[in-house]
């Protein structure tokens, strides 16, 4: 497994652009597909998006599609989202996960998570 190390979050304002970066340990981070997720307060974790091994392929949840971008530097161990016109309903505590199985959105499938950082969106 790889240890995963989320930052970026903070306090913005509506309409306002966060980058989450997501620092990984180990030799084998290009093996692994890698996602956002979020959860909000008193809601389920929900995926923001993922990456496939390679970089090629994204997806993206409706609700953030054309407003996020993710992406990954292998010769980093590193994995982004840069978030652009924020709305209050994101906020959330937004996790790094990894994946070797897949790059959907199902949760269980992620077996290495990050501690989280907080995003809040003001109004």
């Known amino acids: 497994q790889v240890q995963l190390v989320e930052s970026g979050g903070g306090l913005v304002q509506a309409g306002g652009s966060l980058r989450l970066s997501c620092a990984a340990s180990?030799?084998?981070?290009?093996?692994?597909?890698m996602a956002w997720f979020r959860q909000a307060a008193g809601k389920e974790r929900e995926i923001v998006a993922s990456?496939?091994?390679?970089?090629?392929?994204?997806v993206y949840a409706d609700s953030v599609k054309g407003r996020s971008t993710i992406s990954r530097d292998d010769a980093k161990n590193t994995v982004y989202l840069q978030m652009n016109s924020l709305k209050p309903e994101d906020t959330a505590v937004y996790y790094c996960?990894?994946?070797?199985?897949?790059?959907?959105?199902?949760?269980?499938?992620?077996?290495?998570w990050g501690q989280g950082t907080q995003v809040t969106v003001s109004s």
């Open positions: 996960a990894a994946s070797r199985r897949s790059y959907s959105s199902n949760v269980r499938l992620y077996e290495s």
């Open positions: 180990g030799r084998t981070f290009s093996t692994y597909a």
């Open positions: 990456i496939k091994w390679g970089g090629r392929t994204t």
